[in-house]
């Protein structure tokens, strides 16, 4: 297949399922060259997240089914083993590739295969911590890898911090490149053992010259580019001479974000995670195309003007974010307090830390942070905030979302890995201006606080108040008294209610997850009647656990697939049919 009938299959079944776009427009030539280059049923091609990986899918063996594309029972958004040997590993989450890619070679060392492994890396997935620790150990791997770093100067938001402006250095410093190969020629046409040394001082002075310290190369990768990552024959040169050497190679390959689709190009941010949409007809339709949909209300727009109140008010709010600036809301808040907004690049850990030390400084730090992306962050969450109290606020968007990236981007785990934490209140709001009052309480609370919201719009449901907010430590909920009482987290408080009329029980929101409203669970008790618990996160070790529910509803104990929302909870039984039809007449378990 061609570029452009690669691009344009791309284009047909991300316009129709939604999808990753612009990065993986912006890889179609590297995954045409990496195909020709190694064989993909042996070699491992380990992809660092999976948004650029398309192509690879369309390439090894997918092609037929790729109009599947993260529908449910279909193709997956991301690179799975699951799904193809040609997948070498699960590729969800930024940082982890040249880890998995070090191990794989010190597998291969280990048995005396001969397979290549590569790992193909985005430039902001570099300057994440467990990337650097990776290339720190590069030096000392058991065994060779070839390391792609695909710089297409974009992550989800532009890239930040001091390696995203060397590799800009290296891009503009070509004639390093011309000098380094002139100097290569020389010492091969003398050949004369005792020129040896001062050839290589030589070299490494021209290093110090033209690049500072030769990041990659004192990590012990051979540095190889930039090339140009749309020349497919430029690249399988490139990848070729790569595959000969024996050292380990860095491969660096510049590539345009949304290449052949002028919409995404031009605005590659908004068109690197989309819905479905209609491809423009020709150029004079791009404007039409980029063009956003009438805005309606999300959570993360409540969570963003929320923050930008508060803040006017308070001059300790700092807003801090990984390489998630739109996805969380904080535009808006960007723009007005530039001063008190750090985007961190893809570096949860560091972001988490950091906001430990704003708030031991006296600042009042809120982390916006996806459910999924807070995973890997956990031990920060433990060790540096809850053990010293700190008051940071962890705003948790997308949580207990399920969809169509599957089970590297489902957010259905915080409530069960965050629940144990001591010190730690938890929290969700029903609608949109209880989530400002929650913002407004976790701001004025001594110790740390999670709030977490779901994504897509939120509405106001006066017929849902639970009365007005009250700062303190326990929750709110209210109750009619029935035969069967459904603690409900969050937005699931109106499928509570949906349920709890046909069943002739009572819905309670549980406001508060950690700590929960105690007293009322006794008194319910106390009056015989039968606890539900219906929360949107994993079962295990969640809400329900938490408050011993005679029944609970909840993700399963397993990883959930890819698939609309609704096609989900109808799956796992979680839709009011469902859980209706279990208490009517499943005698109570579950």
């Not at 791997?141 to 060397?166: F, H």
């Not at 972001?351 to 708030?359: D, E, F, K, S, T």
Request: glycine share 10%; net charge positive; hydrophobic share 45%.
């Amino acid at each position: 297949m061609t570029a452009l009938e690669i691009r344009n299959r791309i284009l047909a079944a991300v316009s129709r399922n939604g999808g990753h776009l612009a990065s993986s427009l912006g890889a179609v030539e590297l995954a045409m060259a990496l195909a020709q280059t190694f064989d993909p049923e042996k070699d491992r091609i380990v992809w660092d997240v999976g948004h650029q990986a398309y192509a690879w899918k369309i390439l090894t063996g997918r092609a037929d089914r790729f109009d599947t594309l993260r529908r449910l029972d279909g193709l997956s958004g991301f690179p799975n083993p699951a799904e193809s040997r040609a997948d070498a590993a699960v590729a969800g989450h930024a940082g982890v590739a040249i880890s998995v890619a070090e191990g794989m070679a010190a597998a291969r060392t280990a048995r005396g295969g001969d397979e290549q492994v590569v790992a193909v890396v985005g430039d902001a997935s570099l300057s994440n911590g467990t990337s650097l620790e990776a290339l720190n150990n590069c030096v000392n791997a058991d065994g060779k890898i070839i390391v792609i770093l695909n710089d297409n100067e974009m992550s989800i938001s532009k890239p930040t911090g001091a390696l995203s402006r060397y590799l800009g250095r290296l891009i503009a410093g070509r004639r390093y490149n011309r000098v380094k190969a002139a100097v290569k020629a020389v010492e091969k046409a003398v050949g004369m053992s005792f020129l040896n040394k001062p050839i290589r001082r030589i070299k490494a002075f021209i290093k110090r010259m033209l690049i500072g310290h030769a990041y990659f190369e004192q990590m012990g990768l051979r540095y190889m580019g930039p090339v140009d990552g749309h020349d497919v024959a430029a690249l399988t040169a490139a990848l070729d001479v790569a595959k000969k050497d024996r050292r380990s190679v860095l491969l660096h390959v510049v590539t345009v974000k949304g290449r052949g689709y002028a919409p995404a190009v031009k605005d590659p941010e908004k068109w690197h995670g989309v819905g479905a949409f209609t491809i423009a007809a020709s150029p004079a339709d791009d404007a039409r195309a980029a063009a956003p949909a009438e805005r309606q209300t999300t959570w993360s727009d409540v969570f963003g003007a929320a923050l930008t109140a508060a803040a006017e008010k308070d001059r300790r709010i700092v807003a801090l974010t990984a390489a998630m600036k739109d996805g969380t809301g904080l535009t808006e808040f960007a723009a007005r307090f530039p001063r008190r907004f750090k985007d961190v690049g893809i570096s949860e850990g560091h972001m988490v830390a950091y906001a430990a030390g704003l708030a031991a400084g006296g600042m009042r730090p809120v982390v916006a942070v996806y459910s999924t992306f807070l995973q890997r962050a956990v031990d920060q969450v433990m060790h540096d905030v809850c053990i010293a109290k700190l008051p940071v606020v962890f705003c948790v968007d997308r949580a207990g979302v399920v969809g169509a990236d599957g089970v590297t981007h489902q957010g259905v785990f915080d409530i069960a890995l965050l629940r144990a934490l001591p010190n730690l209140t938890i929290c969700q709001p029903k609608d949109a201006d209880d989530l400002a009052a929650l913002l407004d309480e976790a701001l004025r609370r001594d110790g740390p606080t999670v709030i977490r919201y779901p994504r897509g719009l939120a509405g106001h449901s006066p017929a849902l108040s639970t009365g007005s907010p009250v700062l303190s430590p326990r929750g709110d909920g209210q109750a009619v008294l029935g035969q069967m009482a459904i603690w409900a987290t969050g937005d699931w408080y109106g499928k509570a209610c949906a349920i709890a009329a046909r069943v002739g029980g009572t819905a309670v929101h549980a406001r508060y997850l950690k700590p929960f409203d105690a007293a009322l669970l006794k008194r319910q008790r106390a009056a015989g009647m039968t606890i539900v618990s219906l929360e949107n996160g994993s079962v295990a070790g969640g809400f329900g656990e938490a408050i011993g529910a005679d029944v609970k509803f909840g993700w399963p104990d397993e990883f959930i697939p890819h698939g609309t929302q609704a096609e989900l909870e109808r799956r796992y039984g979680l839709d009011v049919e469902s859980i209706t039809e279990v208490l009517t007449h499943g005698n109570g378990t579950r």
